[in-house]
């Protein structure tokens, strides 16, 4: 049973930090490809930052030089640190855990989501 759980989320002023984290269990976390993803209210889900099973990370362009996604597999936990957050940052923030069954074959779990709200 795979299992993911978001923690870290909080109110914070503009300019100010935040560290979230995803602690996984059920799977081999090492061989997971990784995610974070954010949903504002009236938006659509949307993809923050990638982390691979081989450390390879990648960014959408609004949160690019400012967030960091960061994975301990000793731990089987993802992390982002937010720095610099801007009030359109304010969001639910949910963790991506990719399972791989064959060459193609793929099944996502997602967590409940951490609230970040960023004040002005």
């Known amino acids: 049973q795979v299992q993911v759980a978001e923690s870290g989320g909080g109110l914070v002023q503009a300019g100010g930090s935040l560290r979230l984290s995803c602690a996984a269990s059920?799977?081999?976390?090492?061989?997971?490809?990784m995610g974070w993803y954010r949903q504002a209210p009236g938006k659509q889900r949307e993809l923050v930052a990638i982390?691979?099973?081989?450390?390879?990370?990648r960014y959408s362009a609004s949160v690019k030089g400012r967030f960091t996604i960061s994975r301990d597999n000793a731990e089987s936990t993802m992390y982002l640190q937010m720095n610099n957050l801007k009030p359109e940052d304010t969001a639910v923030y949910y963790c991506?855990?990719?399972?791989?069954?064959?060459?193609?074959?793929?099944?996502?779990?997602w967590g409940q989501g951490t609230q970040v709200t960023v004040s002005s």
């Open positions: 991506n855990l990719r399972d791989r069954f064959g060459s193609v074959a793929t099944q996502d779990y």
């Open positions: 059920g799977s081999d976390f090492k061989l997971n490809d």
């Open positions: 982390i691979t099973s081989g450390g390879t990370t």
